[in-house]
Nanobody, 119 residues
């Protein structure tokens, strides 16, 4: 019910924008967010946005470089990633939560999109 797109191979310093299209009923009731998982590492929180877009949360590792946004009319959430670093290389997952703005509990996961940043 969550489909990510926009991943790819870029060079350090480049930008990418990930999109996540949701086919969830009442999408606007859900907090949305992004997680990532690098090879050999656990999945980690990247960013989240409240149901109306009024509040966002970012991990320290992406603060000031990544921006999460949403368009409830299009049932879509975005992750604008600027100044990408090789350590941002990971599979990025979209997530939806009805209960938690910080996505402590997740109701839906996307299948993931690969982001690779070369040095």
């Amino acid at each position: 019910q969550l489909v990510e797109s926009g991943g790819g191979l870029v060079q350090a310093g480049d930008s990418l924008r990930l999109s996540c299209a949701a086919s969830i009923r009442t999408f606007s009731n859900y907090a949305m967010g992004w997680f990532r998982q690098a090879p050999g590492k656990e999945r980690e929180f990247v960013a989240a946005i409240s149901w109306n877009g009024g509040t966002t949360y970012d991990s320290d590792s992406v603060k000031g470089r990544f921006t999460i946004s949403r368009d409830n009319a299009k049932n879509t959430v975005y992750l604008q990633m600027n100044s990408l670093k090789p350590e941002d290389t990971a599979v990025y997952y979209c997530a939806a939560s009805l209960a938690s703005h910080r996505l402590i509990s997740v109701d839906y996961w996307g299948q993931g999109t690969q982001v690779t940043v070369s040095s």
